[in-house]
């Protein structure tokens, strides 16, 4: 302030005249020359301190954008590459599930042909013994009917001995007991 108070003094001292046109847009020649003084400190003072101080913050700042568009980018990467790789086991899950199904068909196929295989040896094994056990009847029925021709027999027998039979009866007799066998045993 004392810098300026010389020229404050002058400005002071100065007659007051009535100005017009442009000297009323100019400013005083001592307002003039103390502004030009304190914009040229001001200048050197944001020159020196200032813009550097903002230039090496705007760097500062730069780089941080910068590398955290690098890390970005290589997250993007990382991102990408496991999405490929979950695609991949994704696929494979797929691949193994259908393994496992065509596997398990193929299972059911051969457990169905070996239960179709052994169900017809079964109704094979019981036709056999269905078989059999006809036969046996059969043959049951066959020593039954001989047991009751023979106790037939003997009861002809008997009435042929007890009574006089002539030839020409007894023939007869025989004729129809053999019809009689041979009816039984079909």
Do not use: C, H
């Not at 550097?52 to 990382?78: C, M, N, S």
């Not at 457990?111 to 269905?130: C, P």
């Not at 001995?161 to 007799?173: C, K, M, N, T």
């Amino acid at each position: 302030m004392q810098l300026l108070a010389p020229i404050l003094i002058l400005a002071e001292e100065a007659p007051v005249e009535e100005s017009g046109g442009i000297d009323l847009l100019l400013p005083e020649t001592s307002e003039l020359i103390a502004g030009v003084i304190a914009f040229a400190i001001i200048f050197v003072f944001v020159w020196k301190w200032v813009l550097p101080a903002a230039g090496r913050a705007l760097a500062a700042r730069q780089e941080a954008i910068t590398g955290q568009l690098t890390e970005a980018e290589t997250a993007k990467t990382e991102a990408e590459s496991l999405l490929e790789d979950y695609k991949k086991q994704l696929a494979s899950a797929r691949d193994e599930a259908n393994q496992i199904v065509d596997d398990a068909r193929q299972t059911a196929e051969a457990l169905r042909s070996d239960m179709v295989t052994k169900a017809e040896a079964e109704a094979e094994a019981i036709r056999g013994k269905a078989r059999e056990d006809a036969a046996a009847e059969k043959e049951r029925a066959s020593a039954q009917i001989r047991d009751e021709v023979a106790a037939l027999s003997l009861d002809v027998a008997q009435k042929v001995v007890a009574g006089s039979v002539d030839e020409a009866a007894q023939r007869a007799l025989v004729d129809r007991y053999i019809e009689d066998l041979e009816g039984l045993e079909d």
